[in-house]
């Protein structure tokens, strides 16, 4: 897919919504952000749909097309990092309202669930808007601003190019990118190392729940809705704690439950070696990749606990 192909897609219509995943993370907001202002430098009046858009990204310049209002017969619905429809959570209902339907992503584990669908597997979906773009005239399109939203994208989904889905591709896109003159000091510590004081104390509680089953081989945290209340937490103040875990260097496999509602928890898993995180989120209904998924399990703590173990340890004796 080049972006004359979506161009064509999005022809006269006037009703373009693009959109990813729930929860946004850095690659979803980049990638939506930066297409956004591409197509609009293309005469294309495209609007953003994402909910509760972390306020970690105020730095980038898209959010002024997010959409305001309840849009009605969309045209075309583009999705951005979006493994399937279920994950655009309240935005799949104007997905089915579209007309035309694109789904531009890097997760293996997509479903390939639109009209046109584009799925790469790349470090991450801001990998591809900018691969869309080059070779093609429209590389003079990039500039400062979009160079900042794709740097986000990369470097959130590579973990600063640490994972594993990094190649020499992603490096030659971000050092391209960083031509443009960005701050690419400040994006990576936004993103990575600048917390607020109440996601190190919940830190500290989830290193202190922390068990180990397998020979060690698995470590695992949870967080009660009673702990993130104590220090008036949400999602994003527990982001950094399933990668800490991980970096325990006993362990092959992280997991991370934290408590949603009374009886719903949503997992995050990674890996370092070995362990297919992305086939036992999959068992559970999620997805993701190899060594960084996630789902969403109801039921009780104790069971959901045991379920996931046994699933680890099946696929660490398989794998011995
Ligand atoms: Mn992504």
Redesign the pocket.
């Known amino acids: 897919m080049n972006l004359q192909e979506i161009i064509n897609i999005c022809g006269d219509k006037k009703n373009i919504i693009i959109s990813g995943h729930i929860h946004p ?1 850095g ?2 907001v980049g990638a939506c952000y930066a297409l956004a202002s591409i197509l609009h430098k293309k005469g294309i009046d495209v609007e953003i749909a994402l909910d509760d858009v972390p306020d970690t990204y105020d730095y980038l310049v898209g959010s002024n097309y997010l959409l305001k209002t309840i849009k009605k017969d969309i045209d075309i619905f583009i999705s951005l ?1 979006c493994g399937d429809k279920e994950r655009l959570g309240s935005n799949s209902k104007l997905f089915d309202e579209a007309a035309v339907t694109v789904n531009i992503d ?2 293996i584990s997509n479903t390939q669930f639109a009209d046109y669908n584009y799925v790469s597997d790349v470090s ?2 801001c990998e591809i808007i900018y691969e869309i773009l080059d070779g093609s005239d429209d590389t003079d399109l990039l500039d400062k601003d979009i160079c900042e939203a794709l740097y986000t ?1 990369l470097i959130y ?1 590579t973990g600063a190019f640490k994972h594993s889905n990094t190649t020499r591709r992603t490096h030659q896109i971000a050092g391209d990118i960083i031509s443009y003159g960005i701050d690419f000091t400040d994006i990576t510590n936004r993103l990575f190392y600048y917390k607020s004081y109440k996601s190190l104390q919940i830190l500290g509680t989830a290193i202190k729940n922390t068990e180990r089953h397998i020979n060690d081989k698995l470590i695992l945290t949870t967080l009660s809705t009673e702990e993130l209340e104590e220090y008036d937490c949400n999602k994003k103040d527990t982001e950094s704690i399933v990668q800490i875990l991980n970096e325990v260097t006993e362990s092959e496999c992280a997991i991370f439950i934290m408590q949603v509602s009374s009886d719903e928890y949503k997992i995050s898993l990674r890996s370092r070696n070995n362990v297919d995180v992305c086939a036992i989120a999959r068992e559970f209904g999620g997805g993701g990749h190899i060594k960084a998924s996630g789902c969403t399990i109801s039921g009780n703590l104790t069971s959901i606990k045991e379920r996931l173990i046994n699933v680890v340890k099946r696929q660490i004796e398989e794998r011995a």
């Open positions: 993370d690659d979803c990092d890097h997760h991450s979906t994208g989904d």
